[in-house]
C-alpha cells in the first residue's frame, strides 16, 4: 500500500465508485459529496498539487479539464456544474494527489 489514498485507488487497493478510466486518468465519486453529484478526477500519476505539475503535464492537466463537462454531462449535469481544485494546506487541500472536483445538482455548499 501507498501512503497516497488516491495511490491506493489507482491501484486498486481502495474500492472507489468509478464514474471513468482511461490509461492516464480516473474519475470516482467523492466519498464524502458536497452536492448531489460530486466527483474526482485525478491522474494515474502521482503528482502532489498543481504546483508541483510542471510543463510536462500541460497535456494531461488538459484532457482531465476537458473530461469534466463530458463526464459531468454523463451524470446528469446538463445545466452546468462547478468546479474546484485546492491547492496546498492553504488551499484546502487534504489529499495530496492531484484533482479536480465536479460538482452539482440539489443544493451545492459554496466553497469559493
Ligand atoms: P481536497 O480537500 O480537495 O483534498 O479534497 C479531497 C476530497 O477527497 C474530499 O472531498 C474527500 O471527501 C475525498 N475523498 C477522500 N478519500 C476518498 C475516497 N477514499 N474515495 C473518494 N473520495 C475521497
Ligand atoms: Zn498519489
Do not use: W
Not at 495511490?7 to 472507489?16: E, Y
Not at 453529484?37 to 479539464?65: N, S
Not at 445545466?79 to 491547492?87: A, E, R, S, V, Y
Amino acid at each position: 500500500m501507498s501512503d497516497c489514498i488516491f495511490c491506493n485507488i489507482v491501484a486498486g487497493q481502495l474500492p472507489c465508485g468509478k464514474v471513468y478510466e482511461d490509461d492516464e486518468v480516473l474519475a470516482f465519486h467523492d466519498i464524502h459529496p458536497f452536492a448531489r453529484v460530486h466527483f474526482l478526477i485525478i491522474p494515474k500519476a502521482h503528482i502532489a498539487t498543481l504546483a508541483d505539475a510542471g510543463p510536462e503535464h500541460e497535456r494531461l492537466l488538459g484532457k482531465m479539464l476537458l473530461l469534466a463537462p463530458r463526464l459531468a454531462k454523463e451524470q446528469g449535469l446538463a445545466d452546468g456544474f462547478k468546479t474546484l481544485i485546492n491547492t496546498g494546506r492553504g488551499g484546502g487541500q487534504e489529499v495530496f494527489h492531484i484533482h479536480i472536483h465536479v460538482f452539482g445538482g440539489g443544493d451545492p455548499v459554496r466553497k469559493t
